[in-house]
């Protein structure tokens, strides 16, 4: 069976395509695509990959899935559309960033220039259903971008790995490389956020700090 994916993560990935889980997987998601709104467009399912390319890659952010409201999702995890109204997690993320750089304010939810500089933008879960938060959980895609963190986890070198909130973080299991980088905190989401769990985490500076250190180029943020 042939995925419409980046041709680089394709040769990676190809194994996982043949397997049950996974065909079973996409005769789902078709049958959902054809019979329901879903998001993200099926062009953008996986953008995390076409957008990132594995030579490049520096940073993993774990989302759990995408955003279910219209037009928002555009298959990178916390990132919207352009003309979208930012979510309130996204918005904790930019006033994060800039308290930690000491920077201006982000304002474009975009982050398709993030994923450009090899910051991968993953949700656990690439699909959804309108209004339905959830809906495509437990069909298989766990199973897969499980094994994509193990294969990033073993074949690259020095990458970090931001794992924000509960979900995220049980994620840390499958990062076998000790050299790596793993950031936690809680989740920017506002009920997070406003307890103290995300706010100061500064991780993004962290992230910048260690690129230098590893002799690559940091990430611009905003």
Not at 106 to 116: A, C, E, H, P, Q
Not at 129 to 158: C, L, M
Request: aromatic content about 12%; proline content about 4%; hydrophobic content about 35%.
């Amino acid at each position: 069976m042939k995925v419409n994916i980046d041709k680089y993560w394709y040769e990676i990935l190809k194994n996982e395509f043949q397997k049950d889980y996974f065909k079973n997987l996409i005769f789902f998601i078709k049958n959902q695509y054809r019979k329901d709104t879903c998001f993200p467009p099926g062009k953008l399912i996986f953008s995390a990959f076409d957008t990132c390319s594995f030579d490049k890659l520096k940073v993993v952010i774990i989302g759990q899935d995408p955003y279910h409201g219209q037009n928002q999702a555009n298959g990178l995890c916390f990132s919207v559309s352009e003309g979208v109204s930012n979510p309130p997690s996204l918005e904790n993320i930019f006033n994060e960033i800039s308290t930690d750089l000491g920077c201006t304010r982000r304002t474009n939810g975009n982050l398709l220039d993030w994923s450009n500089q090899g910051v991968m933008l993953l949700n656990s879960v690439l699909t959804v259903k309108k209004a339905s938060p959830g809906s495509h959980a437990n069909r298989g895609w766990e199973s897969f971008t499980d094994h994509v963190i193990k294969v990033i986890s073993e074949k690259k070198n020095n990458i970090i790995f931001m794992l924000w909130g509960g979900y995220a973080k049980k994620k840390q299991k499958l990062i076998k490389n000790n050299d790596h980088l793993i950031l936690t905190s809680g989740h920017p989401s506002p009920l997070s956020a406003n307890r103290g769990y995300w706010f100061g985490n500064k991780h993004f500076s962290k992230c910048n700090k260690y690129l230098i250190e590893k002799g690559k180029e940091p990430i611009k943020w905003v």
